[in-house]
């Protein structure tokens, strides 16, 4: 079955930087695009980034475009998400999952249970 497992959170201060991993298994992972997420208390789930099954394409919100860089590892099966210059309002738990950016579409319903990232003075 599919399973995602993320790392990496932590506790940081503004203008610091992390970089959260995602390994993923249970389908054929360099088959499938796959974007990280994040959800903020008593916000909606929010698309951060994603990434092209190769990895020859990005995509970034622009709440994070400048400072986050997604990457992937298809030997590892793994997703990369680089965070830098991080604000209070980076401030969520980040979630992986294969699908097409923008479009809603996931391949597969599970979700990890996310690394939380918390940014704060």
């Known amino acids: 079955h599919v399973q995602y497992v993320e790392s990496g959170g932590g506790l940081v201060q503004p203008g610091g930087s992390l970089r959260l991993s995602c390994a993923a298994s249970?389908?054929?992972?360099?088959?499938?695009?796959m974007n990280w997420y994040r959800r903020s208390p008593g916000k909606e789930r929010e698309l951060v980034a994603g990434?092209?099954?190769?990895?020859?394409?990005?995509n970034y919100a622009d709440s994070v475009k400048g400072r986050f860089t997604i990457s992937r590892d298809n030997t590892k099966s793994t997703v990369y998400l680089q965070m830098t210059n991080l604000k209070p309002e980076d401030t969520a738990v980040y979630y992986c999952?294969?699908?097409?950016w923008g479009t809603g579409i996931r391949p597969f319903p599970s979700w990890g249970q996310g690394t939380q990232v918390t940014v704060v003075s």
């Open positions: 999952n294969a699908g097409i």
């Open positions: 249970g389908f054929t992972f360099s088959r499938y695009s």
């Open positions: 990434t092209t099954s190769t990895g020859d394409i990005t």
